[in-house]
């Protein structure tokens, strides 16, 4: 087989098969390392965790269902497409009352941005953001329902 019908294979099977594969030495012929699709997913969720602003990721209903069996997925609402050294996040957010939407999705992209790229060495083409709900922090509920003092 010619070497560019190899290099042609492994580049389409990186992006097909959700992960990235990096030759960080080209003078070491035949090594390279492989970065799944879920590892940058797991980075994603733990960003996403420190952010003010930023509830915790939707998973829809599927999710729901496999948290409530007692199956913490911290890919949940992440999906991650890599096409060679390149990476595009869709994730599912949901937002704290009060906050502003802006300000927590924009830092949430800036910091998933550098840590992807800084710990991978991959490109972050684009990162998609999906506000699918507001989380109303129990106190908030209780005013709303007891106007006036009455339940």
Do not use: C, F, H, W
């Not at 990235?20 to 980075?43: H, M, Q, T, W």
């Not at 497409?81 to 957010?93: A, F, K, P, S």
């Not at 709900?133 to 908030?140: A, F, Y």
């Amino acid at each position: 087989m010619a070497e560019e019908e190899k290099k042609g294979k492994n580049e389409g099977k990186a992006g097909g098969s959700g992960e990235a594969v990096l030759k960080p030495d080209p003078s070491k012929e035949g090594d390279s390392i492989r970065i799944s699709s879920e590892v940058i997913a797991v980075i994603t969720s733990i960003i996403a965790s420190d952010i003010p602003g930023i509830a915790g990721l939707s998973g829809g209903v599927v999710g729901g269902i496999a948290e409530r069996l007692g199956r913490r997925d911290m890919t949940r609402g992440i999906k991650v497409d890599v096409n060679e050294d390149r990476v595009t996040i869709d994730l599912n957010v949901i937002v704290e009352y009060g906050k502003s939407i802006v300000d927590s999705t924009d830092k949430l992209k800036k910091e998933i941005r550098g840590n992807v790229e800084k710990t991978t060495g991959l490109k972050v083409e684009a990162i998609n953001i999906n506000v699918q709900g507001i989380n109303v922090p129990e106190d908030e509920k209780e005013e709303k329902e007891e106007p006036g003092g009455n339940k």
